[in-house]
């Protein structure tokens, strides 16, 4: 097993794999929470998932979105994408982007559900591993409940602006990169603030591998490269997965 500090001593970088249908990483599940918990560290598990399989995720959720209309509004309860270009009301924090909402799965074509739980299973049971939780695709009468995401930041311009969440009930975030550094992006990376200390993942994530951080950090994602026209309709541009949990009633 290899682990390795990066030179801000913030980033430890932990071998895994993908293995029929789990994620198995080269330290247990109490030694990775610590470390993001306890120690403050952003933990990176490497080339988790294959490109193929997330290359087919992103074009199938591209194609389902273009048959389905941006909404204008969150629905927390069913499966919708919106385009963001604002501020949001509560953290008061600017953003540009594409995001694609999956919290009613087995509502989507039989295709694009099975292309999701590809990714997103495997992250649910990480997910329960790490917090000792026992969280399901499903939607409670009440409480917190998984609410898988895709998010898009084009060329041109995407980004969002500086923000926090609070620790609980997710406590920690994850965040799979989808597309290519220096193919499909050449700027764009989430920024952590720990304690003062700057981290930027920007080279220090690859496609494939599944950045794990302390929930309640400050955090934001540069923008991406100004250089090219922004296009919503755009396939190139930084994409993510990401794996939230709360409570949308609060």
């Known amino acids: 097993m290899t682990i390795k500090a990066a030179s801000s001593g913030r980033i430890a970088t932990i ?4 293995v029929e249908g789990r ?16 120690e403050k560290k952003i ?10 399989l997330l290359s087919e995720l992103r074009d199938a959720v591209i194609a389902w979105g273009r048959e389905i209309e941006p909404a204008p509004i969150d629905d927390f309860r069913g499966n919708y994408h919106r385009r963001r270009a604002m501020v949001s009301r509560l ?3 600017p953003h540009v ?3 694609y909402n999956f919290n009613a799965m087995p509502d989507l074509p039989a295709s694009l559900a099975d292309k999701l739980y590809g990714l997103f299973e495997p992250l649910r049971q990480l997910y329960n591993a790490l917090t000792s939780n026992d969280v399901e695709f499903a939607i409670p009468d009440s409480g917190p409940y998984p ?5 898009h930041y084009p060329n041109g ?8 969440h609070n620790l609980v009930p997710q406590r920690l975030g994850f965040i799979v990169v989808l597309s290519e550094h220096g193919r499909h992006f050449t700027r764009g990376a989430t920024v952590f ?8 993942m920007e080279g220090q994530q690859m496609l494939g591998d599944i950045c794990i951080w302390r929930y309640d950090h400050h955090h934001w994602v540069s923008q991406s490269d100004l250089g090219c026209k922004f296009d919503w309709n755009a396939v190139d541009g930084r994409w993510v997965a990401t794996f939230a949990y709360f409570d949308p009633a609060g």
């Open 15 to 18: 071998d895994a794999a993908l």
């Open 23 to 38: 994620i198995v990483a080269a330290f247990d599940p109490a030694a990775i929470a610590a470390k993001v918990m306890d």
């Open 43 to 52: 933990v990176v598990l490497k080339s988790v998932f294959p490109e193929t």
């Open 91 to 93: 953290q008061q924090a």
């Open 97 to 99: 982007f594409h995001d």
């Open 147 to 151: 609410h898988p995401q895709i998010l």
């Open 157 to 164: 311009g995407g980004f969002f602006g500086r923000h926090w």
């Open 193 to 200: 603030d720990i304690d003062g200390d700057i981290v930027d």
